[in-house]
């Protein structure tokens, strides 16, 4: 009941969404189309075909009492198509700039897309350093050398420390840590300016893409 | 590194063939016809003539022949082909025969003033030409004919193994309607193993094998086949399985390159076996992602002829390497053809059809979408208008669309279906199809209004190709039309129009730019990747980056990826910005920087080698940039310069003092002595006219000794060289004495001898040619300030003219600077009034001389961060500049006798001294000061 009364003071005071356009960038086969679809769909397909060009996908997504819609841009990731992506990123809020923590060359490329995303892109862009592919080093014990992951955790939290991003290891393939990402940037997207009414009570069952940690800070967090 | 690397790659020279051409489409003459015809590059017309074919088999009694009849048109002879388009529409007769498969050519009798010619292939068809003009051009033509034939006799080896792997052959042969003997099915696509997408019969294969047997039979075959409107139509419905490899590779001339190069495949392969590359590893990448939904590619055998392909073909092209959408297309191929096929194939499509497409930059790419939006624009301006208004990336469906020849867009058996139009009528089929599907989409796309429902929207057209167009007709025909069908027909009828002239003219219209946005991005990204260096800031980087590719890139060849400077390029860049350096140097000193810039010893400097390089060369700490002089001899890396590097070193400083040494450029203190000169005579006239103070006055009068001046400054510059090369044997060690020196605190008699016996080992070390450069003042402000400000690599790229190189400039400059003359007035008027005359006293006298300097010296200090601005700009009044250029018609000697000797009458011991009060006293150095 309360919930209803709730969606009926929100429908009249606030949007019921916000549209953030949010662009994925990093080197080819890092997961950016599989974190997509299984952000989208919640499936995962082993062999995907590379995206040509650039993919759009739409979501859905409920923080706290926001509903967000991100229109999604998944480019390309081989570096001849670098050249595509500015027309991409335009007008971006958000962006995740995506490597593969078993590939070290694909975390030097992160690095050179946050440059650029810091250059080219909107001043108050949103960005998320995600390292994928967190399912194959999953059972390696910490400190084997024979470990699958060549880019620690530590140097990822550096390098978003260091930019100012957000930052999460995750999984297209089991799902880990997938939802977070998104819930995390929503979090971080500022509220187009509107009046805010304090239902904390509404905020419980209305997350319908996290897991619990990430959304309870709700759209003023930053 | 490996990420700009790959985008140096530069649409240059696209842009400048278009310009060297003439012609629209970039392309000369001969290159066009060789595109038209579909054959080699090499090809050349040896003759041509115009001419009246006829076609003629056992089998042209067939139903569709008899509409044919005879066609005009003009007959080409090439090297290896006997060529011939109709005239009227190219449609209705052509052929590219290759002259291995002519067997017979007869002269047949005619009416008095006809000629012609019979000619016999191995597809036991008969052409007859009858030659049209004069009868000494086709006795000309038929003799031209007969020397290409003999020619060619060597080629006629390649003809039997070849006819072995085409289909068609074995067809005919296996039904006893040829004379060749093909027992074995010829190697073919993975489909023959895997089955061929697509319902065999739903397709209608088998009648449209029948039909092309028929084709085959009374038009003739691969090399040596008639195109007749037959067999356009018979490409337009579609082509069966098995010949749809063998068609392709007719239509789009790779068979003639495959026939040409027999076996470069294999040895391609075999060649680069062991060889990595930044390409194959993009391809293993993408293995496994390549239409991954068809059978062999979830097997082995697949996957390893697409890794072969593609593996050869970045071989092939390295320019090129491999471009993801590459592997969709070559999986596409490799269903239908053999790996060597599908090799030659994809060759014609990256290089020919589609050239651009899959190149570093993909330049290509870029302009066919401007291209694609502006027919978009002119052909349904409603849906254009719409588009722009939502702001919706057209790009975003249609690039996939051109890059993976519609490959991963629609269902595969509609993809092949526009491939079999695409290899046969080229790049304007893209074009064509895809206008079609917005035009058949319009209404609907006219109510979207942002990317996703467009892209859902078209998404979910190509889902329904198989579905009638006209479901609600009462009319049956009209129902069983489908979409695709629907498409087909929209996109060769109403967009027939759409040409390769109506393209390259968009093309030529966007091509600058696009060029232009992909070299602001190259050059954004290129900057952004550069090492970071302290002494270059970043509006310099973009000048060097400019100069030097606008050196490197007017020899590297189209599509280069790599540029790099030879030392060629080199010698004219550092002629650019350096006053030292001429263009046509060359100078030990300019090698020896470029083979110790080469980072990567390939006799060739990347952009980044130069940056780094010349950021060591401008540096302002006296300290580290004597350092970073010395480390360009330290061959060995030992910290030691023997001898023949020490007489290089003195060699190398005269040749970069040149410009000083001969006096067309002015060395710091040389200015100071113009200004202190100016300045003198300013406060001794206002003495005699007994003025305390009030306006100075720049006037006319000032006369100052300019050749005595220079005179004095070439002297100084011969001194300090002689002094350095006397100095540094004098200090140079003994090798085994290294130890004792330190502790000796030098007795320098015993160790001279030593040292300036050739036969005695000695070296100059790091902190000794410290201090021998530092003992000489001139050489000193060489390393602090003269070489520095020599380098100017901040000039933009279309600055023509170079103020710093005209002597009249320099000492205009200098004197129109009245600003810091007065200063210097003014200053030596405020200090004491009362000596001023003592002073002017003492500036004449030869013990004031090194103070005087040294005042000079200590406010060149003062003033260098203004220096850096002001140095030679003009920056006073019209009117007082006039006054200060008249003052050179009266050059009068009045300036003291400045010291040209000053380095020889100074000892080293009591320079240093002088320095250390100002410079960082250098640890090695102060043993030496007994
Ligand atoms: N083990 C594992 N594999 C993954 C994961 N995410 C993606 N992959 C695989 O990695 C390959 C590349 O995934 P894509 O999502 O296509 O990569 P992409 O970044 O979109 O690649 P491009 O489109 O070429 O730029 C596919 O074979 C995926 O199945 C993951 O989290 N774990
Ligand atoms: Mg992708």
């Not at chain 2, 967009?495 to 393209?503: D, G, K, M, T, W």
């Not at chain 2, 302002?620 to 890396?637: I, V």
């Not at chain 2, 410009?659 to 040389?670: C, F, G, H, S, V």
Request: glycine share 4%; net charge negative.
């Amino acid at each position: 009941m309360e919930l209803k009364s709730y969606d009926k003071y929100r429908m009249s005071f606030a949007p019921p969404t916000t549209s953030v356009k949010l662009v994925l960038l990093g080197e080819a086969a890092v997961g950016k189309s599989s974190l997509v679809l299984r952000f989208v769909s919640n499936d995962f397909q082993e062999n995907k075909e590379p995206t040509i060009g650039a993919a759009f996908l739409t979501q859905k997504c409920t923080i706290g009492e926001r509903t967000i819609k991100y229109e999604i841009w998944d480019t390309a990731g081989q570096e001849r198509f670098a050249s595509l992506a500015p027309m991409y990123y335009r007008n971006a809020q958000a962006a995740l700039v995506v490597y593969d923590i078993t590939k070290p060359a694909s975390f030097i490329k992160a690095r050179h897309w946050v440059k650029e995303l810091h250059e080219q892109a909107s001043k108050d862009i949103t960005i998320a350093l995600v390292g994928n592919k967190h399912d194959l080093v999953e059972d390696d014990n910490d400190g084997d050398d024979s470990s699958l992951r060549k880019v620690s955790i530590e140097e990822g939290q550096k390098l978003a420390d260091e930019e100012g991003l957000l930052f999460f290891e995750t999984s297209a393939k089991t799902a880990y840590n997938v939802n977070e990402v998104f819930v995390g940037i929503g979090s971080k997207i500022p509220e187009a300016p509107l009046l805010k009414p304090q239902q904390p009570q509404a905020t419980d069952g209305r997350i319908d893409l996290s897991t619990g940690t990430a959304p309870a800070a709700d759209g003023c967090a930053c | 590194m490996a990420f700009f690397d790959a985008l140096k790659e530069r649409a240059v020279l696209t842009i400048n063939q278009v310009f060297d051409k003439g012609n629209d489409s970039g392309l000369s003459k001969a290159q066009l016809f060789c595109i038209e015809h579909r054959i080699p590059d090499d090809e050349t017309v040896i003759d041509e003539l115009a001419a009246e074919v006829g076609v003629y088999s056992e089998y042209n009694k067939d139903a569709y022949k008899e509409k044919m009849g005879v066609s005009q048109g003009r007959i080409f002879l090439t090297q290896r082909f006997l060529i011939f388009s109709d005239a009227y529409d190219k449609r209705n007769c052509s052929f590219t025969i290759h002259l291995s498969t002519i067997k017979k050519v007869e002269r047949v009798p005619t009416t008095d003033y006809a000629f012609a010619l019979a000619i016999g292939t191995h597809s036991r068809i008969k052409l007859s030409f009858f030659l049209v003009g004069m009868r000494s051009e086709s006795e000309k033509f038929a003799h031209n004919l007969k020397l290409a034939l003999r020619a060619n006799l060597k080629n006629i080896a390649k003809l039997q193994p070849f006819i072995q792997t085409c289909y068609s052959e074995y067809l005919l042969a296996k039904n006893k309607v040829s004379s060749e003997k093909v027992d074995e099915i010829p190697s073919g696509g993975l489909g023959l193993e895997f089955k061929f997408p697509g319902n065999a019969k739903e397709l209608r294969d088998k009648s449209k094998m029948k039909l092309w047997f028929d084709l085959f039979k009374a038009d003739g075959r691969n090399l040596s086949i008639v195109k007749t409107p037959m067999f356009h139509r018979l490409v337009r419905v579609g082509l069966p399985n098995r010949l749809r490899g063998e068609i392709w590779e007719l239509c789009c001339g790779s068979m003639y390159l495959r026939l040409e190069n027999v076996g470069l495949y294999q040895q391609l392969l075999d060649e680069n076996k062991e060889k990595n590359s930044l390409a194959i590893e993009e391809i293993e990448k993408d293995l496994n992602r390549s239409l991954p939904e068809y059978a062999a590619y979830q097997s082995p055998e697949g996957i390893e002829r697409l890794r072969n392909v593609l593996t050869a073909y970045s071989w092939k092209n390295p320019e090129v390497g491999y471009c993801q959408a590459m592997n969709i297309v070559t999986a596409a191929l490799l269903i239908y053809m053999s790996e060597e096929q599908a090799f030659w194939c994809l060759h014609m499509i990256c290089d020919r059809i589609v050239p651009g497409y899959y190149s570093k930059t993909m330049y290509g790419t870029l302009l066919d979408q401007r291209v694609f939006e502006s027919l978009v624009q002119d052909t349904m301006p409603m849906l254009w208008e719409h588009i722009t208004k939502y702001d919706i990336q057209l790009s975003v469906v249609s690039l996939p669309w051109f890059l993976s020849l519609f490959l991963s867009s629609m269902p595969l058996v509609y993809a092949f279906r526009i491939l079999d139009v695409f290899f046969l009528q080229g790049p304007k089929t893209l074009f064509q199809v895809a206008l079609a599907i917005l035009k058949l989409n319009g209404e609907e796309l006219l109510k979207v209004e942002d990317d996703g429902s467009f892209i859902s929207l078209i998404k979910d057209y190509f889902h329904s190709l198989e579905q009638s167009a006209h479901p609600n007709s009462p009319n049956q025909k009209y129902r069983t039309i489908t979409k695709f069908q629907e498409l087909l027909v929209t996109a060769f009828k109403e967009f027939s129009i759409i040409n390769e002239a109506v393209l390259n003219k968009h093309r030529v219209k966007h091509r600058n730019t696009i060029f232009l946005n992909i070299s602001t991005f190259v050059k954004r990204t290129e900057l952004r990747n550069l090492p970071k260096v302290k002494n270059i800031d970043q509006p310099t980087l973009g000048n060097i980056y400019d100069r030097y590719y606008s050196i490197v890139e007017s020899n590297v060849t189209v599509g280069s990826g790599s540029s790099v400077m030879d030392f060629e390029g080199f010698r004219i860049f550092m002629s650019q910005i350096c006053t030292w350096v001429n263009e046509n140097d060359d100078n030990p000193f300019l090698r020896r920087l470029m083979n110790h810039w080469d980072s990567e010893g390939q006799k060739a400097l990347t952009l980044s080698d130069l940056v780094v390089g010349l950021n060591k060369l401008i540096e302002p700490d006296l300290m580290e940039a004597m350092s970073n002089f010395f480390s360009l001899y330290d061959d060995k890396k030992n910290g030691k310069l023997d001898r023949e590097h020490i007489l290089q070193v003195s060699e190398d400083l005269l040749y970069i003092t040149t410009p000083w040494k001969d006096a067309w450029e002015l060395d710091r203190i040389t200015e100071d002595a113009i200004e202190n000169a100016i300045a003198d005579e300013i406060v001794k006239r206002k003495a005699e006219k007994g003025e305390k103070s009030g306006d100075i006055e720049i006037s006319s009068e000032i006369e100052i000794d300019k050749p005595k001046l220079e005179n004095q400054q070439i002297e100084r510059y011969l001194s300090a060289a002689s002094t350095f090369i006397q100095r540094a044997f004098e200090y140079a060690q003994p090798e085994e004495e290294e130890a004792l020196i330190k502790e000796l605190a030098v007795d320098n008699k015993i160790s001279h001898n030593a040292a300036l016996d050739p036969s005695t080992p000695t070296y100059l070390n790091l902190p000794t040619f410290r201090m021998v450069v530092l003992a000489d003042e001139t050489y000193e402000l060489l390393f602090s300030n003269t070489l520095r400000n020599s380098i100017r690599p901040e000039k933009p790229l279309d600055e023509k003219f170079d103020t710093m190189r005209n002597l009249k400039d320099m000492f205009d400059g200098l004197l129109a600077d009245g600003r810091k003359v007065a200063n210097k007035v003014r200053k030596r008027m405020d200090s004491a009034a009362s000596s001023a005359i003592n002073n002017q006293n003492q500036s004449l006298n030869h013990q004031s001389e090194s103070s005087s300097l040294k005042s000079g010296k200590s406010k060149i200090q003062e003033e260098d961060e203004e220096r850096d601005d002001d140095f030679g700009v003009i920056s006073i009044d019209e009117k007082d500049k006039d006054l200060l250029l008249g003052a050179e018609s009266h050059v009068v000697i009045n300036t003291p006798d400045q010291a040209t000797a000053v380095p020889k009458t100074q000892s080293s011991a009591s320079t240093s001294t002088t320095k250390d009060g100002e410079k960082q006293p250098d640890g090695n150095l102060i043993e030496f000061e007994t």
